[in-house]
């Protein structure tokens, strides 16, 4: 047996036992372009209250349900509005979550209540395959213990749930590498509620103008992947306005966006993108930000990335990353 046929029967095998565990009530860290989440079948509350258990994430934080294609929409919404149909067009399968009114069948905790739900489509080949083989919609937060940093390499997911959950399906590194852009859609209204891996130029450009939710309402349950503390390494984490020259102490570590000639001191530099491209530097984020938390430093210091493209959501959780 050659080489690609042997890989490609294991990934079956892989992907069969995957299905199985998800319809039998049990939970699979899933790969998507975006980050790894953590799988169960979304119509099942015994299944999904499961991932809150192995997260340690509190109820009142929904889930966001995931599809294997736009047809599938009516087994967890209850309608599905033109302007929805036009982003889902666009960027399905893709980092963009749409926040719809829920239908009957999604359980409450699923939604922590709420009437609605979020849905998407993840842009991952065996995550595709494994939601079309199982055939249920799959509720997957991203596979990190809660408040901590998001997991875009399987090797994460072992290190941080490995032991809570019962399978990994390993895809790789997470090509977009930050979690999706999330829309809430009421009627011909729309909302951002989560900046992520599709840029706001991009949906402005198709829809016109998006909302902000009014800062009053940043902290109110209905979006707590808001709160002001998430995504978080362990090390302590500063933003400032440019990373000093001279290290300030000798266990310091530097998140910088593109090539920095002149750092000297510093216990490790990460550099996201040495051709100054915010889709790189999103890319290799978690990955470099895992890398500073486990370098036993004292402290990261990180600058804010230019506030356009993907570079508000790069920012976005930067800023909850230092909030702890
Ligand atoms: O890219 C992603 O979105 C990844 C991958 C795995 O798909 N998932 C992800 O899930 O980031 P999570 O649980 O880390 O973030 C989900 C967030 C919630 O914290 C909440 O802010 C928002 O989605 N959300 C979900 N359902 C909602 C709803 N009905 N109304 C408002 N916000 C909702
Ligand atoms: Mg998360």
């Not at 490995?162 to 590498?177: F, H, K, T």
């Not at 933003?239 to 002149?262: K, Y």
């Not at 493209?309 to 790069?314: D, K, Q, T």
Request: a negative charge; one cysteine or more.
């Amino acid at each position: 047996m050659d080489e690609l046929m042997r890989v490609e029967n294991l990934t079956t095998a892989e992907l069969y036992r995957a299905a199985e565990i998800l319809k039998g009530g049990g939970l699979v860290a899933i790969p998507t372009e975006t980050v790894y989440g953590l799988a169960a079948n979304a119509l099942d509350p015994r299944a999904v209250s499961r991932i809150f258990a192995a997260k340690d994430r509190p109820f009142f934080d929904p889930l966001i349900v995931h599809l294997a294609d736009v047809d599938w929409w009516p087994r967890v919404v209850s309608e599905f509005p033109p302007l929805a149909r036009r982003l889902a067009e666009r960027f399905w399968p893709g980092p963009l979550t749409l926040i719809l009114p829920k239908s009957n069948a999604v359980p409450d905790l699923v939604t922590s209540g709420m009437p609605t739900v979020g849905i998407r489509i993840p842009d991952h080949p065996l995550t595709q395959q494994l939601l079309r083989m199982a055939d249920i919609p799959v509720a997957a937060p991203s596979a990190n213990p809660f408040g901590r940093l998001s997991p875009t390499t399987a090797e994460h997911v072992r290190q941080q749930l490995g032991d809570r959950i019962e399978m990994i399906l390993d895809g790789g590194s997470c090509r977009v590498g930050i979690e999706s852009t999330i829309l809430q859609i009421h009627g011909d209204a729309v909302t951002l509620l989560r900046p992520g891996g599709i840029d706001l130029e991009s949906i402005e450009a198709l829809i016109g103008p998006v909302g902000r939710p009014s800062p009053s309402a940043q902290n109110q349950p209905a979006a707590p992947g808001m709160l002001d503390s998430h995504y978080a390494p362990r090390t302590k984490l500063s933003l400032v306005d440019q990373i000093p020259h001279q290290a300030p102490s000798a266990s310091v570590g530097a998140l910088v966006f593109t090539e920095e000639s002149n750092l000297s001191g510093y216990a490790a530099i990460e550099t996201l993108s040495s051709s100054v491209d915010l889709v790189e530097a999103a890319a290799g984020f978690f990955q470099a930000l895992h890398r500073l938390d486990q370098g036993g430093l004292e402290l990261i210091l990180a600058c804010p990335f230019p506030d356009q493209g993907l570079g508000r959501a790069l920012n976005d959780r930067l800023r909850r990353a230092a909030h702890g």
